[in-house]
Nanobody
Framework: QLQLVESGGGLVQAGGSLRLSCAAS????????MGWFRQAPGKEREFVAA????????LYADSVKGRFTISRDNAKNTVYLQMNSLKPEDTAVYYC????????????????WGQGTQVTVSS
């Protein structure tokens, strides 16, 4: 079982950067693909980025490709989301999630979720 705790959210101006972190507790972190999702008010939770369990493969939503970078440090049981060139439409609660031997955009494949961290981008 994994427990996930996100941090690093906040208020930033358009064009700025933030780095989100997701710390996992549990012995088998390196067996899980990790994903970042986000949910804006009144909208469904949507896929942002995912990384394979060893970190060699990544996937991104078209809306963040070229601006966001997902990475992980299995020695620290942590996954990161570096967000650059932020836009007001990136405003949302960001969640990290863990899926056993899967990484991708299918929310139903993820077994564990963090509590979320708010990202607000002002124009």
């Amino acid at each position: 079982q994994l427990q996930l705790v996100e941090s690093g959210g906040g208020l930033v101006q358009a064009g700025g950067s933030l780095r989100l972190s997701c710390a996992a507790s549990g012995r088998t972190f390196s067996s899980y693909g990790m994903g970042w999702f986000r949910q804006a008010p009144g909208k469904e939770r949507e896929f942002v980025a995912a990384i394979s369990w060893r970190g060699g493969d990544t996937l991104y939503a078209d809306s963040v490709k070229g601006r966001f970078t997902i990475s992980r440090d299995n020695a620290k049981n942590t996954v990161y989301l570096q967000m650059n060139s932020l836009k007001p439409e990136d405003t949302a609660v960001y969640y990290c999630a863990a899926a056993p031997r899967y990484y991708g955009g299918n929310r139903d494949a993820y077994d564990y979720w963090g509590q979320g961290t708010q990202v607000t981008v002002s124009s």
